[in-house]
């Protein structure tokens, strides 16, 4: 069965490095997301996009924050002034969705722990 | 608005006997409804999703769910505990289609022999 990857599974950076966090979304789905989860906190929303774009962004998604899909197959997150409150699980996440696929699940990947030291 | 709350934290159930995770939605017109397992150190993982066609609908692992419009409740429920059944779980709505999910608390289960 197809699975979303993300790497590295884990990463530690200083305070104030930029950092990317990798994605290979299901290859035929067309909506991809990034999901955080600080340790003991809910699963909070960042960010999707859509045909190249970004569709809809929560308030933690500020500018020191941005996605990108550089080629047919990856999906980025870049943090690019890392901060300490920074440190979680980030999931990667996608979705095949069409106009009659209004409950298609999304799939998630198994997470990068962000360590900010 | 769109939202979901997971009435317990933590459920501690011993194994063999039933789980039951409970969950309470809001939503301002029919929702699309999902529950998300976690185990240690992994992924979020489908369990199920609520289509329309469906009031009961049955999931992976032997857990199945109740949507229940008159409660805007959809329960989550197995008849016996198995101990790799220990994770936490996450009751989740969609907001629109193609659009964010969003999470409630979760539930940690735990599984006693």
């Known amino acids: 069965e197809p699975e979303v990857t993300q790497t590295p599974s884990h990463q530690v950076t200083q305070m104030g490095q930029e950092v990317i966090l990798r994605c290979v979304p299901i290859?035929?789905?067309?909506?991809f997301y990034w999901y955080r989860q600080i340790l003991g906190q809910k699963v909070e929303f960042l960010v999707s996009?859509?045909?190249?774009?970004?569709?809809?962004k929560s308030e933690i998604f500020d500018d020191q924050f941005s996605v990108e899909r550089p080629d047919g197959s990856n999906f980025t997150l870049k943090i690019r002034s890392t901060k300490l409150e920074d440190s979680a699980m980030y999931f990667c996440?996608?979705?095949?969705?069409?106009?009659?696929?209004?409950?298609?699940?999304?799939?998630f990947g198994n997470g990068t722990r962000l360590t900010v030291t | 608005a769109q939202s979901v709350t997971q009435l317990d934290s933590h459920v501690s159930v011993s194994e063999g006997t039933p789980v039951l995770l409970r969950c309470n939605y809001s939503s301002s017109y029919s929702p699309s409804l999902f529950w998300y397992v976690q185990h240690p150190n992994k992924g979020l993982q489908l369990l199920l999703k609520?289509?329309?066609?469906?009031?009961l609908v049955k999931g992976i692992n032997g857990f199945e769910a109740e949507f229940k419009k008159s409660e805007t409740s959809f329960h989550l429920t197995k008849p016996s505990a198995h101990m790799s059944d220990a994770a936490e779980y996450f009751c989740v709505i969609r907001y629109n289609q193609g659009g964010k999910l969003i999470f409630g608390q979760g539930t940690e289960l735990s599984v006693k022999p």
């Open positions: 996440a996608s979705s095949h969705l069409t106009a009659s696929s209004y409950n298609s699940p999304l799939h």
């Open positions: 290859s035929n789905h067309l909506y």
């Open positions: 996009f859509y045909n190249n774009e970004i569709s809809e």
């Open positions: 609520y289509t329309s066609a469906a009031t």
